[in-house]
Antibody
């Protein structure tokens, strides 16, 4: 069974950092591009970042550039998002998802992990 | 950046009825358009990709149409499990991938 399970969310103070993880099982992780998408309270889905299957290519939404770093460990079937300089606007549920080749839909998603930035 | 605009924001429909959801792109995305269903506390689910192809396991009552800048998701014979928020997404020109703001489908 294909599963994506996010973890690492929690309460963090403004200016703080957090590292999210997404562990994938049930398919060949190393063959897929991976993405992070977030949903702020009462808002819609917002793409955060993507990484290619070999990690040779990464991309970020403009508001995350310089603050967030996406990475992956294909041996551990894991995706990561290092988030620094967090603000209240980063409060959201963060979902990981996969796609086949970059210019393709996000086939499967995890259930998300909640990040709350508050003093 | 391609802006995706969905309408209506909320749609109220009777059980067993039909629903038509719209999505407009600020510039052509060809047919690189997906629809997702999202329920609170759950993972978003891919319903339609390439504008009109149903994803694996998606019932035939869901159908997608359109191209370039105008797209439609049609749901026939609405069942209780279909009431959710629906998002369109373009994957034609990225980064960034962009989503519409969502249409909430609720029971009338």
């Amino acid at each position: 069974e294909l599963q994506l399970v996010e973890s690492g969310g929690g309460l963090v103070k403004p200016g703080g950092s957090l590292r999210l993880s997404c562990v994938v099982s049930g398919f060949d992780f190393s063959n897929y591009n991976m993405n992070w998408v977030r949903q702020a309270p009462g808002k819609g889905l917002e793409w955060v970042s993507s990484i290619s299957s070999s990690a040779s290519s990464v991309s970020y939404a403009d508001s995350m550039k310089g603050r967030f770093t996406i990475s992956r460990d294909n041996a551990a079937n894991s995706l990561y998002l290092q988030m620094n300089s967090l603000t209240a606007d980063d409060t959201a549920i963060y979902f990981c998802s996969l796609d086949d080749y970059g210019a393709s839909p996000f086939d499967y998603w995890g259930q998300g992990t909640l990040v709350t930035v508050s003093s | 950046e391609i802006v995706m605009t969905q309408s209506p924001a909320t749609l109220s429909v009777f059980l067993g009825g039909g629903a038509t959801l719209s999505c407009r792109a600020s510039q052509s995305v060809s047919r690189s358009l997906a629809w997702y269903q999202h329920k609170p506390g759950q993972a978003p689910r891919l319903l339609i990709y390439d504008a009109s192809t149903r994803a694996t396991g998606v019932p035939a009552r869901f159908s997608g149409s359109g191209s370039e800048t105008e797209f439609t998701l049609t749901i026939r014979s609405l069942q209780s499990e279909d009431f959710a928020v629906y998002y369109c997404q373009q994957y034609y020109n990225w980064p960034p991938f962009t989503f519409g703001q969502g249409t909430k489908l609720e029971i009338k």
